[in-house]
């Protein structure tokens, strides 16, 4: 028997929109489409958007399509729940009120298909990386996002596409993202082993599908990217699975 709505839980992070082809965009909508009312929570873990930053007034209208396929997503029974990337933590009442969206700023704990997960995106977790754990607080921080909203939303945008790396896709990009996937799995192996209530640990940041089993019932997830794959996971009660999307 398949599995139903309600025991069916899926998780994508890191597409970027904004900073790669329209054609993952409009993949990523045919996905949302094809899930209507077929899970119980689509778990986006972080860099749902290259960039995203809520003023009160505005709205990024290029975001337009994937916004209104999030809402018949959600309008079809699917939850949504957003965890604020490095790219895109900075959402707010739009998100929450209009999409009906639940936001997360990690770790947090969650239920999936009957499982108890940790999850977080996975930028700044693990030892050492100093200098990107203060950027990262004082980025997200009251004042900083006060002054934020003072800059034109067109000027914001250019400076962020300036700034971002997303499009670079080099050996030292790539070397990056390994060494980033080996501390996340370091991670997520010790939390399991001292953590016995877990049992899925969920990441994403570092561009790189994962799914392992550690100790007697637990599982490292890393639903991978949208960058260089295509990758999502679908978890029920019963079975985990990642998968790519052929559309």
């Known amino acids: 028997m398949p599995p139903t709505m309600e025991s069916t839980a899926l998780i994508v992070s890191d597409l970027h929109l904004g900073a790669v082809p329209d054609t993952v965009r409009d993949a990523f909508i045919r996905f949302c489409r094809h899930w209507q009312g077929r899970a119980e929570i689509l778990l986006i873990n972080g860099d749902l958007f290259d960039f995203w930053f809520e003023y009160r007034t505005v709205v990024h209208s290029q975001h337009f399509q994937i916004l ?8 079809s029974g699917v939850q949504l729940v957003l965890v604020g990337g490095n790219h895109d933590a900075w959402g707010g009442p739009f998100l929450e009120k209009e999409l009906g969206m639940r936001l997360e700023k990690g770790p947090f704990e969650i239920e999936l298909a009957g499982r108890r997960a940790f999850v977080d995106h996975g930028d700044g977790v ?50 990056k993202s390994r060494e980033r996937a080996k501390v996340l799995e370091e991670f997520a192996t ?58």
């Open 190 to 247: 010790e939390l399991l082993e001292s953590r016995p209530e877990v049992d899925l640990v969920v990441f994403g940041h570092c561009h790189t599908p994962q799914l392992k089993a550690i100790g007697s019932h637990g599982y490292y997830v890393n639903s991978g990217d949208w960058v260089d794959h295509r990758t999502y996971t679908v978890v029920t009660s019963d079975d985990i699975q990642q998968k790519e999307w052929s559309g």
């Open 68 to 75: 209104r396929a999030l809402a018949e997503l959600r309008d």
């Open 126 to 175: 693990g030892p050492g990386d100093h200098g990107y754990k203060l950027l990262k607080r004082t980025l997200r921080c009251g004042p900083v996002c006060r002054l934020m909203r003072l800059i034109h939303p067109d000027l914001a945008d250019r400076i962020v596409g300036r700034v971002s790396r997303t499009g670079v896709r080099d050996e030292l990009q790539f070397k």
